[in-house]
């Protein structure tokens, strides 16, 4: 057998090597599962699991786990504050507890939630440049209880975790910001452009009239591009939270319509929905980040619709999910844009010059619609319609 000392070093190794693999990903779940990963084989664990800490809400969620797969509803729980992790994070200590349901700190709101039964638990906080970016866990020693070189081999997985998420956050923003601000430059530049013009003395009424409608619209454009930037870049980095409740499809649909229904009378477009299965229309989503997709799926319809056109909503139960079908009698996409849609900023050269928009609309809805689950397919034909199909997981 060998000696403790020899074990304590083999781990250790162990470490650097798992810090050499992260550094070598950006990919913020690649990491995570990484972590988790190891950090149940070093402490010879059952599981492990991220919690990352969202400032704005000053709360903990559920991130990454060993578990997850089996236990979906992880990532629907926001962690109370009365709990070891919600401690650990406000402490910024680690913890070992040998059975937690002796420790008042203990809250059994995440075992009864996915029915697990928890016994030991090493926590320990994730901190970088004393920024508390999460915790990370480790749950139930397969033998014996967990010790204090457990721990320490847990704190210093947990800063090396804690450093590679920092990196790929500041990564992808510095990347996301170069995005935006090389955005930013169109709509701004036309409003220079115009503002001088309009100085000009010999303009007409009207020509004022016009460029001064030109600078509400580019205005417009950069509040909507703004907007759009800060949802996708939340989205992207794995800050928005999803809560997960019951939504009625039908009920949305039409909440929708009525809302876009001034836009679509502007191009007297008319607005459709039929649903097959009444029944079964109830989805298992985040009804707020559902209509946003939906509303922005609409949108789309109207926007490269041509006058007195049509937009049909349909629901179908297809088993375990619901699709929800946005056709409309557009002008259509032509095969070579469909692969490039859900690419940030992505527009196709034909409605470019034209059409307002920021390009982000459909990344937007892949990453809500991903986060949630769920799937969506888009066919066109040039100059006859699109169909977008969205399938949602069922309500369970
Ligand atoms: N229903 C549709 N019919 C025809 N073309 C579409 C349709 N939906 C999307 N497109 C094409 O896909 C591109 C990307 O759509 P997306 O919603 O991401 O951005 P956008 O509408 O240009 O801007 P935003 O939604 O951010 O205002 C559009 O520019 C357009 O070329
Ligand atoms: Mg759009």
Redesign the pocket.
Not at 357 to 363: D, E, F, K, R, S
């Given at each position: 057998m060998k000696a403790e000392n020899d074990i304590t070093i083999e781990k250790y190794k162990a470490i650097l090597e798992i810090s050499n693999n992260l550094a070598s990903t950006l990919d913020i779940d690649t990491i995570l599962n990484h972590i988790t990963e190891s950090a149940v084989e070093l402490l010879n664990a059952n599981e492990a699991s991220i919690l990352l800490y969202d400032p704005s809400k000053e709360r903990l969620f559920f991130r990454s786990a060993t578990n997850m797969r089996y236990h979906e509803d992880l990532s629907k729980i926001l962690v109370p504050k009365e709990s070891l992790a919600g401690w650990v994070a406000e402490h910024h200590e680690a913890i070992i507890i040998d059975d937690v349901h002796t420790d008042t700190r203990f809250s059994d709101f995440v075992e009864k939630s996915i029915n697990y039964h928890t016994q030991s638990m090493c926590v320990v906080p994730m901190i970088v440049k004393d920024k508390l970016i999460g915790v990370l866990e480790v749950l139930n020693k397969k033998s014996g209880q967990f010790s204090a070189v457990d721990q320490e081999i847990l704190l210093a997985l947990g800063i090396q975790a804690a450093i590679a998420i920092e990196n790929s956050r500041l990564f992808h923003q510095s990347d996301t910001i170069a995005d935006l601000v090389h955005e930013l430059r169109t709509p701004l530049g036309a409003i220079n452009t115009i503002t001088y013009l309009l100085l000009r003395p010999e303009l007409t009424q009207d020509q004022k009239q016009t460029f001064v409608s030109t600078i509400q619209e580019e205005t417009e454009r950069l509040s909507?591009l703004v907007t759009?930037f800060l949802d996708f870049s939340r989205l992207e980095s794995g800050r928005e939270q999803f809560v997960w409740e019951p939504v009625d499809l039908f009920t949305l649909s039409k909440e929708c319509i009525l809302l876009v229904a001034p836009k679509a009378q502007d191009k007297h477009i008319d607005i459709s929905i039929e649903h097959k299965s009444p029944e079964s229309v109830i989805a298992s989503a985040d009804r707020n980040k559902l209509k946003q997709v939906l509303l922005?799926l609409l949108?789309?319809?109207i926007?490269?619709n041509k006058e007195n056109g049509r937009i049909n909503i349909s629901l179908f139960d297809a088993g375990h999910m619901i699709e929800l079908v946005v056709e409309?009698t557009?002008?259509?996409?032509a095969e070579k844009?469909l692969s490039e849609?859900f690419k940030k900023y992505?527009?196709?050269n034909?409605?470019h010059q034209t059409i307002q928009?920021?390009?982000?609309?459909?990344?937007i809805c892949k990453k809500i619609l991903e986060n949630l689950n769920a799937s969506i397919d888009i066919q066109?034909k040039v100059n006859i319609g699109?169909k977008?199909t969205v399938s949602i997981p069922k309500k369970g």
């Open positions: 909507e759009n922005n949108s789309n319809s926007k490269y409309d557009g002008v259509g996409i844009d849609l992505y527009r196709s034909d409605v928009g920021t390009g982000l609309g459909l990344a066109s699109t977008v």
